[in-house]
C-alpha cells in the first residue's frame, strides 16, 4: 500500500512572504500560517488556540506569493509535510517540520466587495 502525505490548512499569514533566490535563479518563499481551533466551555467560555505553520513554497509559486500575499492573508493551502534535520555548531542535532505547498487560493475579500450582487 501506498503513503498519502497531504496537508490542508486555512489561515492567515503571520508575515510577508520572505523570498529567496536560488542557485538557477529558482525563487523560493517562506511564511509562517496561523489556524486557529475555537471552543465554548462547559460553563460558555470561549476559548481558542492557534497553531503556527511554517510554510515553504517554490518556483511560480514562491512568485504569486510575493506579488500577492501579505501579513495577514486569508489563504487555503494544500501541500505535504516535510521534515528535515541539521546540526548546529556545538554539533546538536536540530529537527524543523515544514509544510511544502503545493498549490494555495486566496480568500480575502477584494476592497469593495461586501458580497452583495449588483
Avoid: C
Amino acid at each position: 500500500m501506498r503513503g498519502l502525505n497531504k496537508v490542508t490548512l486555512i489561515g492567515n499569514l503571520g508575515k510577508d512572504p520572505e523570498v529567496q533566490v536560488l542557485d538557477g535563479n529558482v525563487p523560493v518563499a517562506r511564511f509562517s500560517l496561523a489556524t486557529s481551533e475555537s471552543f465554548r466551555d462547559k460553563s460558555g467560555q470561549l476559548h481558542t488556540s492557534t497553531d503556527w505553520h511554517t510554510v515553504v513554497l517554490w518556483r511560480g509559486l514562491a512568485e504569486l506569493a510575493q506579488a500577492h500575499l501579505r501579513k495577514g492573508s486569508l489563504i487555503y493551502l494544500e501541500g505535504k509535510l516535510k521534515t528535515r534535520h541539521y546540526a548546529d555548531a556545538a554539533g546538536v542535532r536540530h529537527y524543523v517540520t515544514e509544510i511544502i505547498g503545493e498549490q494555495f487560493i486566496m480568500l480575502d475579500k477584494k476592497p469593495g466587495d461586501d458580497g452583495s450582487t449588483a
